[in-house]
Antibody, heavy 122, light 114 residues
Framework: QLQLQESGPGLVKPSETLSLTCTVS??????????WGWIRQPPGKGLEWIGSIYYSGSTYYNPSLKSRVTISVDTSKNQFSLKLSSVTAADTAVYYC??????????????WGQGTMVTVSS | DIVMTQTPLSLSVTPGQPASISCKSS???????????LYWYLQKPGQSPQLLIYEVSSRFSGVPDRFSGSGSGTDFTLKISRVEAEDVGVYYC???????????FGQGTKLEIK
């Protein structure tokens, strides 16, 4: 059973860089069948797609965050990572990693991590 | 950018009664391949979202048949024929274009039991 687990600091100072890692277990991140993504949820608010990555390293970002986001993959560790620069309080959220798999004719998020809360505060 | 608008934002339903949630997109979700990439997710309290419906009306594996989706173009609906206590949570519609990837969620509709 494939599982995803987010990890990283729960507190980040304003203007610094938020860094999170998603560890994939029970399956290979290098499978050509999947993409991998990051989604966030501010407290009491809805979901926002941040970006996605393929095992080859191809990345796709939400245009609203593109200038501050970097997603990378480390196939040797079966992990992919998120970096969000110049954070503000508006970046306070639960951050989820998730798998994208073909369901029907296109990709959708089918397996999610439990999420990790990141607070931006001095 | 495509904006997804859900109504209502909350609803309270008596067990055994039906429930309906609307999702409207700011532009048509009909893809050039003839498919419509509209999905529904449920986020139960304290849990991560789980997929219910894909491509407007297809139920994902293990989803009870009391859940159904319909719609086309810009207007979509999720219906629960008979609400059960385990259905409480926040329901999100999501549009998903994969190439290039662009996923946008609605604001969410909170379902509670009366």
């Amino acid at each position: 059973q494939l599982q995803l687990q987010e990890s990283g600091p729960g507190l980040v100072k304003p203007s610094e860089t938020l860094s999170l890692t998603c560890t994939v277990s029970g399956g290979s991140i290098s499978s050509s069948s999947y993409y991998w993504g990051w989604i966030r949820q501010p407290p009491g608010k809805g979901l926002e797609w941040i970006g996605s990555i393929y095992y080859s390293g191809s990345t796709y970002y939400n245009p609203s965050l593109k200038s501050r986001v970097t997603i990378s993959v480390d196939t040797s560790k079966n992990q992919f990572s998120l970096k969000l620069s110049s954070v503000t309080a508006a970046d306070t959220a639960v951050y989820y990693c998730a798998r994208l798999v073909v369901i029907g004719s296109s990709y959708a998020f089918d397996i999610w991590g439990q999420g990790t809360m990141v607070t931006v505060s001095s | 950018d495509i904006v997804m608008t859900q109504t209502p934002l909350s609803l309270s339903v008596t067990p055994g009664q039906p429930a309906s949630i609307s999702c409207k997109s700011s532009q048509s979700l009909l893809h050039s391949d003839g498919k419509t990439y509209l999905y529904w997710y449920l986020q139960k309290p304290g849990q991560s979202p789980q997929l219910l419906i894909y491509e407007v009306s297809s139920r994902f594996s293990g989803v009870p048949d009391r859940f159904s989706g319909s719609g086309s173009g810009t207007d979509f609906t999720l219906k629960i024929s008979r609400v059960e206590a385990e259905d409480v949570g926040v329901y999100y519609c999501m549009q998903g274009i994969h190439l290039p990837p662009a996923y946008t969620f609605g604001q969410g509709t909170k379902l509670e039991i009366k």
